[in-house]
């Protein structure tokens, strides 16, 4: 400990054993632990340490980097010269990974800092969790499907053989896996027209991750099929004249099979059934534009 140069508290405990070869292998790394210490919720131990930035990557599983919020993010810290928001990091061969802290990590990097503070966390699989814990910018659906899916694969990469339920909370939702599918292969995918009826009927599966992968194949294969249906209704409405940004969302809400579900709620494919069945009954000249703009404006949340 006293090698290595870094503060401990509680001064009186030791760290185990793997959190001192963490503080080693970040020196090995060309980092600098500052200080081993124990979090004030569960007592786990951690790392406060420079890591260097070169070393320091967003997981392989998290969403897309925002510009637009990077681009501000640089303005203010621009503004207040100085760095102090920590990323938080799991160190994965010789590289750090940041579940958090992506868009602060590509700050520094554009202000070509040399190393980045971190919160190293000793056990990898906690990556996962904090994903889903995620704060710095909030996800809209596409962005946490997408890393969801990510997420999902991942873990089937890694060999773990556990079942899908077991993972609800890193995934927080089930449709995201389905929905990260759709929008990997259709980037501009509706997921806001179908999301109300899978957050209901979409769960999470009680078998393996990579069984669970295949059955996510074809409940994105059924969505796909209802979204061709829809995608056909509004190009018909839109021949007759009317177009609306809010006609997916009228025409999914008239043909909601769960509008009248109570205390039991149909399968996923039973759902899905009544869902495209209704779609390919959808009459497009029953329909006014009025219709829509009505439906729209007692959809739209009251005033704050």
Request: glycine share 6%; proline share 7%.
């Amino acid at each position: 400990m006293a090698r290595l140069g870094f503060a401990v508290y509680p001064e009186d405990q030791e760290p185990p054993a793997e959190v001192l070869r963490l503080a080693e292998s970040i020196e090995k790394d060309g980092g600098c632990p500052l200080a081993a210490y124990r979090e004030p919720v569960g007592d786990h131990w951690q790392i406060f340490a420079l890591l260097p930035a070169a070393r320091v990557q967003p997981t392989p599983y998290q969403r897309d980097l925002s510009k637009a919020h990077a681009e501000r993010l640089l303005r203010v810290i621009k503004k207040i010269d100085r760095f102090i928001d920590p990323v938080v990091a799991i160190r994965a061969d010789g590289t750090y990974w940041t579940p958090n802290g992506n868009h602060r990590r590509h700050v520094l990097e554009k202000l070509k800092a040399a190393f980045v503070p971190a919160i190293v966390i000793p056990e990898a699989e906690v990556a996962f969790q904090i994903l889903a814990l995620n704060t710095e910018k909030a996800h809209n659906l596409k962005e946490k499907s997408l890393e969801v899916i990510r997420m999902y694969r991942g873990l089937i990469e890694q060999g773990v053989k556990r079942d899908e339920e077991e993972y609800a909370f890193q995934f927080e939702e089930s449709c995201f896996v389905t929905l990260g599918l759709l929008y990997e292969k259709f980037p501009r995918f509706a997921g806001g027209a179908f999301s109300p009826i899978l957050r209901r009927v979409d769960r999470f599966l009680k078998s393996s991750l990579k069984a669970g992968y295949a059955t996510r194949q074809e409940r994105a294969g059924r969505v796909e099929e209802a979204d061709g249906h829809l995608k056909g209704i509004v190009d018909r409405l839109k021949r007759r004249g009317i177009n609306h940004p809010f006609v997916k969302n009228f025409v999914m809400a008239r043909c909601n099979p769960l509008t009248r579900a109570r205390k039991t709620l149909p399968g996923f494919d039973q759902a899905m059934e009544k869902l495209i069945a209704a779609l390919q009954a959808f009459d497009v000249n029953k329909i006014r534009q009025e219709d829509i703009a009505r439906s729209a404006v007692m959809s739209a949340p009251p005033p704050s």
